[in-house]
């Protein structure tokens, strides 16, 4: 196939193939390292009192800086720990949670 073509023809064919490799190499590089960056402690956070907020005021809240490894039986994730405070019956009350530092989805959270 190759053979019929001119010497000009080829280097630009073979840039071309050159091109579409080293494209599809960038894409898939790509997506395997977007599986792994993690959200900022303080988007999560924002979004956790956001939630809470929906059920009323919240007195305080805070958000470890530095994700941690955390792993529950076969699951294995880093995690960042926070907590809310807010008041309820004229009382308050704390929070603690645990959310997945790559989705944010909420693993654990306990009243203290």
């Known amino acids: 196939?190759?053979?019929?073509?001119?010497?000009?023809?080829?280097?630009?064919a073979g840039s071309i193939v050159g091109f579409l490799v080293a494209f599809g190499f960038g894409m898939f590089a790509e997506k395997q390292?977007?599986?792994?960056?993690?959200l900022e402690p303080d988007e999560?956070?924002?979004?956790?009192?956001?939630?809470?907020?929906?059920?009323?005021?919240?007195?305080?809240?805070?958000i470890e800086m530095k994700r941690v490894p955390w792993k529950k039986f076969?699951?294995?994730t880093a995690?960042?720990?926070?907590g809310i405070t807010r008041r309820e019956a004229d009382e308050l009350v704390q929070y603690e949670f645990i959310v997945d530092a790559y989705t944010?989805?909420?693993i654990d959270m306990y009243r203290l």
């Open 74 to 76: 076969a699951h294995e």
């Open 33 to 38: 390292l977007a599986k792994r960056r993690t």
């Open 1 to 12: 196939m190759f053979d019929e073509l001119s010497k000009e023809q080829k280097i630009v």
């Open 104 to 106: 944010g989805s909420l």
């Open 44 to 62: 999560i956070l924002d979004r956790i009192k956001r939630d809470f907020k929906a059920e009323g005021p919240i007195e305080g809240s805070w």
């Open 79 to 82: 995690v960042y720990f926070g």
